[in-house]
């Protein structure tokens, strides 16, 4: 049997765990053409499950288009409309009418066909005179799917990146195009939560209370148990219950490094998986990622590498100034730490959570946290 833990991508609606709930809210609120901002940590499964959406308005017969679009890669407006028009290009084939009709507006547009060497899927790019042609160019796509038969979702993956453009103003012509469509619906995915709250919860921003909010959890402690254990079963594989909580626990059940340490578990040639077994397994992971770690020491200066590890130790820290904090592990005054801190946020490296109860920062690589835990 295949191992039935995934970690990259997104397969089938059967191994992708859970995340019922949000799949649902998230199905009401296409069919009631509602905006959706989906917002959370890194590899907490954000693309899953958009992809798990997609899958799902396709073998539920909706009449919907879904679009999915991931513009991280982008840096300006140009390229916006790059990507945008390449993931529109693949969803409707030139020898559908569709197609045409959407080939006839592009010519409009200058076009350049290629075809991608790697895939050799279509590929369009366009040449612009000056700042508005691009503008044009990014409302013309936008009304190409406005005006098909059928209801269109875009959904566009780490949307916090149309910050990163040198253009001014791009959020408010973003939602001025958008605003004037009924027949599309946007999900706007993104893991940098002070910028996808700042676009979506700033009274003073273009964008200010005009989507849902939907955010993605940890899967459930008891849940994602019976579901391991299950998984096992039905492979004819068995795991202790004391080394599933082990799991969870060095995981925190954050999703990615949850399924990365099952699947290699799942891959043990062992008649039971045990603590023991577990931890060989951590181990190795470790060990396999640590040239990975060490590149950001190479990358940081020797108080950012110290303050990381003392987070790391910490495992989660809601008072990063505190002065017990900085003397026990030398960080020094707290105006050095909150420089270091907020370097290490820029650079990804640490996030900070908010939850009802509290503010805390942690070690945004789950594996990396465990090895500078280990290791220092
Ligand atoms: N609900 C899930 N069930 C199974 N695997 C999942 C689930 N959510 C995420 N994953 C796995 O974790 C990996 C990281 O999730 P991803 O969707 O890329 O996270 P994000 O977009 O939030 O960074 C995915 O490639 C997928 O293999
Ligand atoms: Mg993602």
Redesign the pocket.
């Known amino acids: 049997m295949d191992n039935p833990f ?5 397969e089938s609606a059967k ?5 019922e709930m949000e799949l649902e809210t998230l199905m009401k609120c296409v069919s009631s053409k509602t905006d959706v901002t989906l917002i ?1 940590q ?8 958009i992809l798990r959406l997609i899958d799902e308005l396709k073998s539920s017969g909706s009449n919907v288009t879904p679009i999915y679009v991931d513009i991280f890669a982008t840096r300006d407006i140009a390229e916006l409309n790059k990507y945008i028009a390449n993931a529109i290009v693949k969803i409707f084939p030139d020898d559908t009418s569709a197609g045409k009709k959407l080939l006839g507006m592009l010519k409009g547009l200058r076009p350049l066909f290629s075809l991608d060497p790697l895939s050799g899927s279509p590929q369009v790019q366009f040449t612009y005179q000056n700042q508005t042609e691009k503008e044009h160019t990014l409302d013309g796509l936008l009304q190409f799917l406005e005006q098909q038969n059928n209801p269109v979702l875009l959904a566009i993956d780490e949307f916090q990146q149309i910050r990163e453009y040198p253009e001014k103003n791009v959020e408010a012509m973003l939602r001025t195009f958008i605003q004037r469509l009924h027949n599309v619906c946007f999900i706007f995915c993104g ?1 940098k939560k002070h910028l996808m709250a700042d676009i979506f919860s700033n009274p003073q921003r273009p964008f200010f209370s005009s989507t849902q909010f939907i955010g993605l959890d940890a899967i459930p402690e008891v849940k994602y148990a019976q579901h391991i254990q299950r998984m096992f079963s039905d492979g004819g594989k068995q795991i202790d219950s004391d080394a599933v909580k082990y799991v969870l626990d060095w995981t925190k059940r954050h ?2 490094y949850t ?1 990365r340490l099952c699947h290699d578990l799942y891959e043990l040639k062992t008649d039971t998986v045990d603590i023991e077994a577990v931890q060989g397994c951590c181990d190795n992971l470790l060990k396999l990622s640590e040239p990975y770690f060490l590149q950001y020491k190479q990358l940081l200066t020797d108080g950012q590498w110290n303050y990381l590890i003392a987070l790391a130790k910490e495992e989660e820290v809601t008072q990063p100034y505190a002065n017990s904090f900085l003397k026990k592990h030398n960080i020094g005054a707290t105006a050095v730490a909150r420089r270091q801190l907020q370097t290490l946020i820029d650079k990804d490296l640490v996030f900070v959570e908010t939850t009802k109860e509290r503010t805390y920062y942690r070690v945004a690589d789950l594996f990396m946290l465990r090895w500078l835990a280990r290791e220092y």
């Open positions: 995934i970690f990259n991508g997104y191994l992708f765990f859970d995340r959370a890194r590899r907490m499964g954000k693309t899953g499950l893991s999703t990615y399924q």
